[in-house]
């Protein structure tokens, strides 16, 4: 059987609900293409300000992260030996500069002292006699040098003496949090060691691994660790401002203090390591905290700006919108130079207090003359092609109508 015979012996009631299904699925599709979807190639409406060229202060900056540690975290320890005979403070004490950590016996350096100032009595007494001897000979005046000598390293052994019975207070160098004690009262110290017995407290969660009898950190002066890539790091320099914001926004101000000459890589990259010294106590920072540098290697100022969304480039030339008092607007041609963050500079072409326009695009709006805040996808008066609705033209069959089979 032909295929135009099998066709003519489907019905007519048939036909037409074939025919209603093409419709509605096409109608369907056209729906969902035409309506629901968003239009990928609308532009979003345009919405204008005006802006007043102003003078202004233009950066250019390196910008990273960093972590805040102490400038100063000392480790201290008595620098003679001896029995502790008092600790003063303890592991998260803050002590200010001069404050007395501990003391040991005086014993052993008093006597050192004292058989100091008798070496130098006993020296001058030398000295006293061969003065007195000096005839004048060769030797003679040999003998005085030699016990003039002699009582310069007297002198010096009673300076030491005196230092050292000093040293019997142990005092903080400067002001700071004390986070390690490794002494006790009773423990024999050696100069500048680690006690002989006793037992070691710290005001970190974990034990500290140092050998030293104390460890301070400062409070009030702070520095930042920081890294810069290989293609920023010319233009960092020791000197240079630096921006800091904390995560909470707290803002700060620093110097850039040294700038490594070796790079460490890290996932294949160079960083050079960069020292900031925070300026001030740096209030509210932490050891350990991050902050976001921003090092400052270019500033000018007093320089004549507007907002870059207010300028137009083309083909290579410059051009803005004067708006006069009376809301008359002028294109005008500009020659701009440089761009720092919204702001571009102005080099000729306007004046300080120019009113320009300013042009700017907010995405995901509709558009303004869509009627019922529908995306516009198709040009026309409708949302089809050609403005219409849907469109005609199923193919006819043998009869008159506008289905297969010839009937309407």
């Known amino acids: 059987m032909s295929l135009t015979s099998m066709l003519r012996r489907i019905s007519r009631r048939t036909w037409l609900i074939l025919s209603i299904a093409v419709v509605a699925a096409t109608g ?25 060229a102003s003078r202004q202060t233009l950066e250019k900056a390196v910008t990273t992260t960093g972590s805040v540690t102490p400038a100063i975290q000392d480790d201290v320890s008595f620098d003679v030996a001896g029995t502790v005979t008092s600790v003063a403070v303890t592991a998260g004490d803050t002590v200010k500069k001069g404050g007395v ?5 005086k014993l052993q350096v008093n006597a050192d002292l004292l058989d100091a100032k008798a070496t130098l009595a006993s020296a001058r007494a030398s000295l006293a006699s061969a003065q007195d001897a000096n005839d004048g000979s060769s030797a003679a005046q040999a003998r005085v040098n030699a016990a003039a000598a002699a009582v310069d390293v007297a002198k010096a052994s009673v300076s030491q003496a005196q230092a050292a019975m000093a040293d019997t207070t142990l005092v903080a160098p400067h002001a700071g949090l004390v986070t390690v004690v490794n002494i006790a009262v009773g423990d024999r110290v050696s100069a500048g060691g680690s006690p002989t017995s006793g037992s070691s407290t710290s005001a970190t969660s974990s034990s500290s ?11 009030d002066a702070w520095v930042v660790d920081a890294t810069i890539g290989e293609t920023d790091i010319a233009n960092v320099k020791v000197g240079q401002q630096v921006a800091l914001s904390t995560d909470d926004r707290k803002q700060l101000t620093g110097k850039v203090t040294q700038v490594g000459l070796l790079p460490s890589t890290t996932s294949g990259s160079a960083k050079y390591p960069v020292d900031i010294a925070v300026d001030g106590p740096g209030d509210g920072l932490f050891d350990g905290i991050s902050v976001d540098v921003r090092i400052i290697y270019e500033s000018r100022a007093n320089v004549l700006t ?16 004067v708006v006069a008092s009376d809301g008359t607007q002028t294109r005008r041609q500009v020659t701009v130079g440089e761009t720092s963050g919204n702001l571009t500079e102005i080099v000729s072409g306007l004046s300080e207090g120019d009113v320009v326009l300013v042009t700017t695009f907010t995405p995901g709006l509709p558009n303004p003359g869509n009627q019922g805040n529908v995306p516009t996808r198709f040009p026309g008066r409708g949302q089809f092609p050609g403005g219409g609705g849907f469109p005609t033209g199923f193919p006819r069959g043998g009869g008159q109508g506008g289905f297969p089979g010839g009937n309407p």
């Open 101 to 105: 950590l501990a003391t040991v016996d």
């Open 28 to 52: 369907t599709g056209i729906w969902v293409f035409g309506f629901l979807l968003p239009a990928g190639g609308d532009q979003s409406p345009a919405t204008t300000r005006t802006a007043t």
């Open 209 to 219: 691994a140092t050998s030293a009898q104390f460890t301070i950190v400062s409070t």
């Open 306 to 321: 507007v907002p870059s969304a207010a300028v137009t480039t083309s083909n290579g030339v410059s051009t803005v919108i």
